[in-house]
């Protein structure tokens, strides 16, 4: 089975810190994605990845970078955190071809609170 | 403009009972997924279906790409299904992404 996992279940940080998110994928699958999901909002991409230091912005890059050094591995990077980045976040993976023709499979998300 | 729709919004049903959750897109699609999201907000790959049928146990999604359409279909449902069920589509037109419908939130009781 694929096992996409993600550091943290629950996180809370203060505003203006820079916060990592890591997501770890064990299928070694070529494509990465990073959303957030907001209630009445739905998902919601940010950033995504087909290949190891590729990156591609999605429909909210705003405030986010990331950064894929290792094909298994995709961070997500809020550089100065805010409020309105409180989100939970849902990390993806799916194998190679055409980054979005393929099944992708999720991760267990993180939840951040940003005070 | 593209959009996925799905319907109903909410359902209630006694433990044991069928369900059919419908998903509408309004253009040809390359890749049609379903998935459930569980109470702790994990997205559980149920079907990658962009044609035809296919059926895991209880469950069974049915997509017909010429109406624009897909169905799942749970019998015999658990508390374990309550949960909120999202349909998720690339369009074969348009921008590259994988579209979400709004999702159909099942509450079983038992």
């Known amino acids: 089975d694929v096992k996409v996992t993600q550091s943290s279940r629950y996180l809370v940080k203060r505003t203006g810190e820079k916060v990592f998110l890591e997501c770890v994928q064990d299928?070694?699958?070529?494509?990465m994605f990073w959303y957030r999901q907001d209630p009445g909002l739905g998902l919601r991409l940010i950033y995504f990845s087909y290949d190891v230091k590729m990156k591609e912005k999605g429909d909210i890059p705003e405030g986010y970078s990331v950064s894929r050094e290792k094909k298994e591995r995709f961070s997500l990077i809020l550089e100065s955190a805010s409020t309105n980045q409180t989100s939970m976040y849902l990390c993806?993976?799916?194998?190679?071809?055409?980054?979005?023709?393929?099944?992708?499979?999720f991760g267990p998300g993180t939840r951040l609170t940003v005070l | 403009g593209i959009q996925v729709e799905q319907s109903p919004p909410d359902l209630i049903l006694q433990e044991g009972a069928n369900s059919t959750l419908r998903c509408n897109f309004s253009d040809s699609v390359n890749n049609l997924q379903w998935f459930h999201q569980n109470p702790w907000g994990q997205l559980i790959n149920l079907f990658y279906?962009?044609?035809g049928t296919k059926q895991n146990g209880r469950l069974s999604a049915t997509t017909v790409a010429t109406e624009r359409y897909s169905s799942l279909y749970i019998s015999s449902s658990q508390t374990t299904d309550s949960g909120v069920y999202f349909c998720?589509?690339?369009?074969?037109?348009?921008?590259?992404?994988?579209?979400f419908g709004q999702g159909t939130r099942l509450t079983i009781n038992p």
């Open positions: 279906i962009p044609s």
């Open positions: 998720a589509v690339e369009f074969q037109q348009g921008a590259q992404k994988l579209v």
């Open positions: 993806a993976s799916s194998p190679e071809g055409t980054a979005w023709r393929n099944e992708q499979f």
């Open positions: 299928m070694d699958h070529e494509n």
